[in-house]
Each structure stands twice: as structure tokens, then as C-alpha cells.
T-cell receptor, first 116, second 110 residues
Framework: ETGVTQSPTHLIKTRGQQVTLRCSSQ?????VSWYQQALGQGPQFIFQYYREEENGRGNFPPRFSGLQFPNYSSELNVNALELDDSALYLC???????????????FGPGTRLLVL | QKEVEQDPGPLSVPEGAIVSLNCTYS??????FMWYRQYSRKGPELLMYTYSSGNKEDGRFTAQVDKSSKYISLFIRDSQPSDSATYLC??????????FGKGTKLTVNP
């Protein structure tokens, strides 16, 4: 177990709706990244948060947004859902300041989102 | 050209076989090389991590990096049915993001 939890485990939404996914990390893990994993693909980097600020973003539109809270838990929000947003959403946390590339990231079990 | 290429398989081997999994990459800026294992309906778990060319061994697993050829490999010796999973290579440069391959689905048959 990595100590990273995500909720909910599964979710079904319809096109145009909005969704919020949650991630809680191990104590002290102050950096969190979110990834999208479509079926049969590797995870794709969405963005990263460090000390409550976005620090790095992948090739995802602004309708993907996030928050990190003082206790280092995090949310991923997706507005105006599209069918292609159906995927496994993973968060990964690590202990260490932003910019410390190479430090181990621990993944949660993911939230499986289905958009109909 | 994709940054990271990985043959998605699927790969099916008998128990006890040696398994070879590979990725190629195009960006010389990648400095850190990882292999993750992902069981069905689970998140990826880190198996091996290295940042230099050469071999790194951990039990039945050996990670190999050839930066000159931009080629990384994972070898599994004496494969077990419990090794059946999807194996993802992940590379990292100076930024925080991990760049993953597509993953290779491995089945080890008893």
C-alpha cells in the first residue's frame, strides 16, 4: 500500500456535467500530480500542485482544474465533460520540494470515470 | 514521433521464462528511468528506478539503460504467475512530470 487514497473509486457522468475527484496523500507528501490513463494507454500528465499552487501543466484544456489544500489533500475538477474524458484518473504524491525531479512518486488506486 | 515508444504486447510466457520488456525514447533530456507495474484496476507501483546507463538488479528484476541508444529494458527472471500485470516504462527529465510508455501487458502461465 502506498498510503495514497482516492475517492470515489468509480463514477458515471453524462456529457456536459462537472465532476470532482479527490486524493489524500501520506503525511508530509506536499507535492501531488494528477494523471489521466485512457484504456490501453499509459498515464498522461495533467498537472502538479505544490504548496497549494499549480506548478506544471500538461497538454490539457482549462476545463481541467485542481486544488491543493493546506493538509496536502487535492481535488481534480473537470467541467463540461466529454466522452473522451472517460478514463482512470490517478494522483501521485511525493515528499519533497517542487523541482526535485527524480524523487519517488507514489500512485493512488485511481478513480474510474465513465462519461455517457 | 512519440517521446516514448513501448510495444503494448500482449506478451504471454510460461512460468519460469525470462521476460524482456523494452522502451525507446527520443528526448535526450530524460535523466531518470523507471519501471512501474500495474495490476488490473489498480494504480501503478514503482518496481525499479535508475538514473544512469548500465544495469540495476533487484531480486528477479534487472533494469538496463543505454542512454547512447535511448533504449531501456526490464528483465524478469524465473517469471511467476503473480508477475502477470501491465508493465509501464516512465521517464523523467528536469521537470516534474513522468512520461509513460503505453504499457506492455504480460501474462505468465502456470
Amino acid at each position: 500500500e502506498t498510503g495514497v487514497t482516492q475517492s470515489p473509486t468509480h463514477l458515471i457522468k453524462t456529457r456536459g456535467q462537472q465532476v470532482t475527484l479527490r486524493c489524500s496523500s501520506q503525511s508530509g507528501h506536499n507535492t501531488v500530480s494528477w494523471y489521466q490513463q485512457a484504456l490501453g494507454q499509459g498515464p498522461q500528465f495533467i498537472f502538479q500542485y505544490y504548496r497549494e499552487e499549480e506548478n506544471g501543466r500538461g497538454n490539457f484544456p482549462p476545463r481541467f482544474s485542481g486544488l491543493q489544500f493546506p493538509n496536502y489533500s487535492s481535488e481534480l475538477n473537470v467541467n463540461a465533460l466529454e466522452l473522451d474524458d472517460s478514463a482512470l484518473y490517478l494522483c501521485a504524491t511525493k515528499l519533497g520540494p517542487s523541482g526535485s525531479a527524480g524523487e519517488t512518486q507514489y500512485f493512488g488506486p485511481g478513480t474510474r470515470l465513465l462519461v455517457l | 514521433q512519440k517521446e516514448v515508444e513501448q510495444d503494448p504486447g500482449p506478451l504471454s510466457v510460461p512460468e519460469g521464462a525470462i521476460v524482456s520488456l523494452n522502451c525507446t525514447y527520443s528526448n535526450s533530456a530524460f535523466q531518470y528511468f523507471m519501471w512501474y507495474r500495474q495490476y488490473s484496476r489498480k494504480g501503478p507501483e514503482l518496481l525499479m528506478y535508475t538514473y544512469s546507463s548500465g544495469n540495476k538488479e533487484d531480486g528477479r528484476f534487472t533494469a538496463q539503460v543505454d542512454k547512447s541508444s535511448k533504449y531501456i529494458s526490464l528483465f524478469i527472471r524465473d517469471s511467476q504467475p503473480s508477475d502477470s500485470a501491465t508493465y509501464l516504462c516512465a521517464l523523467q527529465g528536469g521537470s516534474e512530470k513522468l512520461v509513460f510508455g503505453k504499457g506492455t501487458k504480460l501474462t505468465v502461465n502456470p
